[in-house]
């Protein structure tokens, strides 16, 4: 599969190629001169009838149109040029500029041709910087969590306790003894996926664990070197026993915080540890 | 009549400020009985318009011109199907038939809401409610349809000829109603902000009926061009006319909503982002109404044009503000449950349709207002035309069929550089060969050639798209028709949203056929005389004249034939109205979906035989009135009720309590996120 990349890009190459072709060509097609009625009605399509609302002198059916039409065909064939007639009606003494259905690009009416493509630059910068800080990993600094994700954490729990009702149809054991549990599963790491979260797209990788859950990751990579070959595969479903089984400290230093810091507000599907519930 | 319609009007003004009060006082009070009393009232005020609405029906019926409203829009000779018609087709009907809509949809919306919004579903019906009381206030004072004239006249003065046309059914309601139908997910999103449930809950129901107001507005639209098509004579079908861009507004900003809702419906992203769109879409909907209502701009639209300007800006103001300042009120608790991966996904390619289609809406905006700007800062009136839109939306709108070709080949997350090249080969050859093509073929102009070529693209990786997933099916054992029919049911939000993209494409292909390609001639013709336009032989052969009560119609019949063959006959007909001094034309045409030959009566001389006919030769027009029933076929698909629930709901630790309201049939109505929790309790368990 390997070549396919590799056939896009001469495909892109080619599509260049065929496309300045395709340009050249269309350059040298016969360049038939519009003819006097293509030219009347390019100019009927410009003018706005004074006497209705909204309507070009194309479309409208007054008399008053049918004679400025009547009109631009008379003088073109005298020889006028388009902008002439334009410039004929449009002038302050006959109907003034609101004659034009395109307002001019030069004076004031330029502002009207400006201020779009202005915005569109500023929304596309905007859009940029919005992508960026979007992309921008969490602050690695969270903030002290607060009680208002309590209920991301029951949520969670009821979630977990529905999966496990819904495997073994039996309500969740009470409460076994976390290191048990844990150590347990980490031994198993088959048994784990009931602590991702359901959603399936979001256990393939786990480019979105905060920084602090990396560094921690990393460091028991480093201490446990039978599981850094698969890393990525283990990362996440490793996760909780590493922390609570294998660094102690840190767990004791967090055991009175009902939401440790994985629990970051930008990431409230993530899992919290299912001990939480024990201590909380 | 008047009396009862009358009554009615002021007693569905009276619940509806009781409902408005007793929801948010039940709620703040906890005071069950008391919130459900509101809902009661609710559907109580859907009935009293109701009966409103059929009083007025019912004073037109019996021609009873004693009341003004009848008298200025009816006559004894209107065909009495127009009665339907009549009723909105001035100022204060058609305010009733706005009231009396959203009333309904107000009481639907409430009824059919899923236990899982109680804590939210007050504060969206108070909001329903308001925006009702100020309908409501306005029809019982400034605009009451029931007001009664001194004497009774012996003969009304008629409706406006130009919505004497079977469009006319379907085009103004339409519309009317999509533009009110914004409200309602507007009202959720609220609901959600007041209650302070702004998480997801709110997006499965906004989503439904987001889709069902972009759908109706898209239909209303679509109508109401070939309404103009056939019946305004000029061969066209979209001016850029200040009416139809206030209804193409909220239609762009609701395209944009329901787009970027699956986001957060699918990763929970762009929480913030949705509830300021769904807010902005509810201020172009105002704005809309305003520009129908208050017309401080010309347009051909000037049926139900009045004095209420004022008091539809002074609504649109407060009801653009005011949810804006609730927005940045809640700001802190809106947060987005993932960061953005990549900009090479879904989700970025979203963002990006979001920023166009919003691009879009504010150039149309931008134009509509600048006559005012200019009038302001200048001194002078500008006209703002078909070309300034033309040109500067034209652009936007290539790019963004190439999003839609691009972004549903795109994954959720982030795309792997290769996969995502191969998916992208077919479309992006097919692309290429239809480029090179049309140049071989002689089509030279720029935009044509990117637009048309883009819809390759878009088609092909549609196509390829439903093909991969019938192949797998089918390797699995299903026949080839079986294996399509449930890759659709698998997934119908996406497959509907397909056929949608596809409803587009065609109706692109009108749009370029007849806009690059189209021809136009003005003749003059004697009987018998035979003109030649595009290979089209066109002899005039007689006129007849039918003179009417109110109108005069005058029947013109023209043979057409193709290299001595003859094809058929086409009847252009014009009708003069000396009561409005105006004169309407219905078209001749004949559709094909290669092209439309058009003939339409341009000039009637007195004394002079000849007749002078605007005849069109149209290319690929056919086409886009059959993107309005795909259209709808797609959003059915992508809105059809999902039978079986797509995670398993029946979690014993759902508390049992919330089911006592519930309604299961309505619940399963609403898909739920299909990657989410088994069972989303919103109140925490212990």
New interface residues.
Partial sequence: MHPQPFRLNRLLLFAAVLLLFAASLSACAENRPPTLEERAQSVDKRLICPYCPAETIDQAQVPQAREMRAFVREKLAEGWTEQQILDYFSAPERYGPRVLAEPPKSGFTLTIWLLPPATFLLAGILLFFILRSMKKPPPPQSPPPTPSNEDDMADYLNRVDAEITSRTGSPPPPSPHPQTRHSGESRNPSSQPRYTPCDSERSQESPSLSSPLRERIKVRVKTSPPQANSRHNQTRHSRTPSRHSRTPSRHSRESGNPLPPTNHPNHPKDPPPAQAKING | MAELGLITILLALSLALYSLLASVIGQLRNLPTLVQSARNATYLVALALIISSFSLVAAFLSNDFHIRYVFEHSNLAMPRIYTWVAIYAGNEGSLLFIATVFGILAAAAVAFSPSRFRPSLPYSNAVLMLILVFFLSVLATLANPFITLDFTPADGRGINPLLVHPGMFAHPPMLMTGLVMVSIPFAFAVGALLSKQVADQWVDVARVWGIIAWATLGTGLLLGSWWAYTI???G?YW?W??VENAGLMPWLGLTAFIHSIMVQKRQ?MFRMWNLALINLTFGLSLFGMFINRGGP????H?FAASSLGWVFLTFMIVGTIAPFALFFIRYNLI?????????LSRE?AF??NN?LLL?VA??TL??VV?PL??EV??G?????????YNQ?NGHLFLGLIFLMGVGPLLP??RAA??AF??T??YP??AA?AT??IL?LI?I?N?YA?AALSLFALVTVGILQEWMRGTMVRHRRGEAYPIAFLKLIASNRPRYGGYVVHLAVIVLGVGIVGSSFYGT???VLLQPGETVTIEGYDLTYRDSRTVQQPDRRESFYTLDVSRNGQPLTTLEAERTFYPEFNI?A?RAGIRSTPIEDLYVVP??DREGDPSIGFRIFVNPLVWWMWLAGPIMILGTTIALWPTRTPL??TN???VPAKAGTHSRPNHQSSFPRRR???????KQ???
């Avoid at chain 2, 701009?297 to 051909?300: A, K, T």
């Fill in positions: 305004l004579g000029w066209g001016a006319d200040p929970g701009v010309p347009s051909v000037s947060k987005s449950a993932r960061p953005l991966e990549s900009s970025a963002l990006v920023l691009g504010f150039v931008w134009g600048y700007v200019s800062f200048s002078f009136t500008v006209t703002v035309g078909e070309p300034f500067v959720w997350r550089g290769g090249k191969r992208l080969l992006a050859i290429l480029l090179v140049t002689g030279r720029p050639l136009q001639r003005d004169s034309t341009s000039e995670v398993p979690s014993p630790l990657e989410s929790s088994p069972s989303r309790p925490s368990s212990p």
